[in-house]
């Protein structure tokens, strides 16, 4: 096949043309984000780790009301003495990697950016900011509306028996709840750039709505602390939302919307 003369390339092929890598090309930049990124969360955990005991005080803040509620004694306990120190590092590491989350999903964009067209970049500052918002809004959601709802419910259901609660046992599940609720609020990250992609588009995702729901109610099975149906409820409602909103990005940025719109915009 004849090669095009450079003079012959229109200029809007020149800008999207992106520049290619190899595979090891490709682990060498991951392995560059990774490692600036582990910098940023280690820098942040630094910093987080001076104000420990602050942060423990807010995360034990509901099993503490949820005991007073019940007249139980409002002691953790711990059963080796490593837990203590353990438990700091644990908190101190989800507050750094909240603290450093910005530079965190920078480097990520910085990873995926080569791969897109010129066009395409413009969305770095709203993928960075709205990633921040959903993760701490699901965090938000766990902390305040999830976690204390399900341990009400625990704690009622053994009353009649005095709890002794680890800290290891009680950062776990803290942890697991916040986490898993965070990262579940990143659906509509995941589906803009499924369908930006072209991977995935919003006709697709309604027509499989079906499995969608059964997935969700599986997906909340497995991260609520209880074994309660109000439990997993809780857990699905938000995530249900989130998926009708991603069908509605989905159908923002799939390719085939994108150039309707722009040829609406030149005719």
């Not at 096949?1 to 930049?29: G, I, N, T």
């Not at 700091?88 to 480097?107: M, N, R």
């Given at each position: 096949?004849?090669?095009?003369?450079?003079?012959?390339?229109?200029?809007?092929?020149?800008?999207?043309?992106?520049?290619?890598?190899?595979?090891?090309?490709?682990?060498?930049?991951?392995?560059?984000?990774?490692?600036?990124a582990l910098i940023a969360v280690?820098?942040?955990?630094?910093?987080?780790?001076?104000?420990?005991?602050?942060?423990?005080?807010?995360?034990?803040?509901?099993?503490?009301?949820?005991?007073?509620?019940?007249?139980?004694?409002?002691?953790?306990?711990?059963?080796?003495?490593?837990?203590?120190?353990?438990?700091?590092?644990?908190?101190?590491?989800?507050?750094?990697?909240?603290?450093?989350?910005?530079?965190?999903?920078?480097?990520?964009?910085?990873?995926?950016?080569?791969?897109?067209?010129?066009?395409?970049?413009?969305?770095?500052?709203?993928?960075?900011?709205?990633?921040?918002?959903?993760?701490?809004?699901?965090?938000?959601?766990?902390?305040?509306?999830?976690?204390?709802?399900?341990?009400?419910?625990?704690?009622?259901?053994?009353?009649?028996?005095?709890?002794?609660?680890?800290?290891?046992?009680?950062?776990?599940?803290?942890?697991?709840?916040?986490?898993?609720?965070?990262?579940?609020?990143?659906?509509?990250?995941?589906?803009?750039?499924?369908?930006?992609?072209?991977?995935?588009?919003?006709?697709?995702?309604?027509?499989?709505?079906?499995?969608?729901?059964?997935?969700?109610?599986?997906?909340?099975?497995?991260?609520?602390?209880?074994?309660?149906?109000?439990?997993?409820?809780?857990?699905?409602?938000?995530?249900?939302?989130?998926?009708?909103?991603?069908?509605?990005?989905?159908?923002?940025?799939?390719?085939?919307?994108?150039?309707?719109?722009?040829a609406r915009k030149k005719a």
């Open positions: 096949m004849p090669e095009v003369a450079p003079e012959l390339v229109s200029p809007d092929v020149e800008q999207e043309r992106m520049p290619s890598m190899s595979f090891l090309e490709h682990l060498e930049e991951l392995r560059k984000r990774i490692f600036h280690g820098a942040g955990m630094g910093v987080c780790f001076i104000y420990r005991e602050r942060l423990f005080g807010l995360m034990q803040r509901p099993i503490i009301e949820t005991l007073h509620r019940y007249n139980l004694p409002d002691h953790l306990v711990y059963l080796t003495p490593v837990d203590p120190f353990n438990l700091y590092l644990k908190i101190s590491a989800l507050g750094g990697l909240f603290l450093t989350s910005p530079y965190v999903l920078y480097q990520v964009w910085l990873f995926i950016s080569p791969g897109l067209y010129r066009k395409e970049k413009k969305y770095a500052v709203p993928f960075m900011v709205s990633t921040i918002l959903l993760f701490s809004a699901g965090g938000y959601f766990a902390y305040r509306i999830v976690y204390p709802a399900a341990l009400d419910f625990l704690i009622r259901f053994g009353r009649q028996f005095t709890p002794m609660i680890t800290i290891h046992e009680y950062t776990d599940l803290f942890l697991t709840v916040t986490l898993g609720l965070g990262l579940v609020f990143e659906m509509p990250i995941l589906v803009f750039f499924l369908a930006l992609m072209g991977v995935i588009s919003a006709g697709w995702m309604w027509r499989n709505i079906r499995y969608a729901v059964l997935g969700i109610f599986i997906v909340a099975g497995a991260l609520a602390p209880t074994p309660d149906i109000s439990s997993m409820i809780i857990f699905a409602s938000p995530m249900l939302v989130l998926y009708a909103i991603s069908i509605g990005i989905a159908w923002f940025v799939h390719p085939t919307q994108r150039k309707a719109r722009e």
